[in-house]
T-cell receptor, first 112, second 114 residues
Framework: EDKVVQSPLSLVVHEGDTVTLNCSYE??????LLWYKQEKKAPTFLFML????IEKKSGRLSSILDKKELFSILNITATQTGDSAIYLC????????????FGTGTRLQVTL | DTEVTQTPKHLVMGMTNKKSLKCEQH?????MYWYKQKAKKPPELMFV???????INESVPSRFSPECPNSSLLNLHLHALQPEDSALYLC?????????????FGPGTRLTVL
């Protein structure tokens, strides 16, 4: 059975800190890993990673995938209170009709 | 138009009621999804439609009945629900069914079953 594990489960940091969120996976026929940010409502798409070693970057957020070690990290630099959210990692595999397997998420709280 | 919309935002229903959730997208996406999300849990896949045909049913009870009238619209018909069905129901879409296309989520319908 496909499995996605995120760590830490929750994290409290001060504004301005840098955080690293982790996602490891055991998936047959891996094709993609996606990061989402979820505040009160729907998950908002952040990144999709399919190749090892290529960093995706958007402002203060960046992510990279290691397909050999089966993990990804999401970095947030100079955190702001608006970064407070649950960050979800999901993995897509071929042969499973585009079903995404989600991790349980990391709850990030950024305080002043 | 680059969003997925869902109505209603909130719904309260009794166990004998029949109601429907609606999802719409105008991005030309041909795969649409229903997820259920309980508090502090990740989204759980319920159904997948690909080119308006049901391609995945994750063993969802028959009191949930999906419908895809056209490529832009996805409905979820609810009947005789139980209190444990109370959750956030999320609709998502992507260009085509497949693991290398990102799914975009709607804002969700928060359902309470009394």
């Amino acid at each position: 059975e496909d499995k996605v594990v995120q760590s830490p489960l929750s994290l409290v940091v001060h504004e301005g800190d840098t955080v690293t969120l982790n996602c490891s996976y055991e998936v047959t026929n891996f094709r993609s890993l996606l990061w989402y940010k979820q505040e009160k409502k729907a998950p908002t798409f952040l990144f999709m990673l399919t190749s090892s070693g290529i960093e995706k970057k958007s402002g203060r957020l960046s992510s990279i995938l290691d397909k050999k070690e089966l993990f990804s990290i999401l970095n947030i630099t100079a955190t702001q209170t608006g970064d407070s959210a649950i960050y979800l990692c999901a993995v897509g595999a071929s042969g499973t009709a585009s079903k995404l397997t989600f991790g349980t998420g990391t709850r990030l709280q950024v305080t002043l | 138009d680059t969003e997925v919309t869902q109505t209603p935002k909130h719904l309260v229903m009794g166990m004998t009621n029949k109601k429907s959730l609606k999802c719409e997208q105008h991005m030309g996406h041909r795969a649409m999804y229903w997820y259920k999300q309980k508090a502090k849990k990740p989204p759980e896949l319920m159904f997948v439609y690909s080119y308006e045909k049901l391609s995945i049913n994750e063993s969802v009870p028959s009191r949930f009945s999906p419908e895809c009238p056209n490529s832009s619209l996805l409905n979820l018909h609810l009947h005789a629900l139980q209190p444990e069905d109370s959750a956030l129901y999320l609709c998502a879409s992507n260009l085509r069914q497949g693991p290398v296309n990102e799914q975009f989520f709607g804002p969700g319908t928060r359902l309470t079953v009394l």
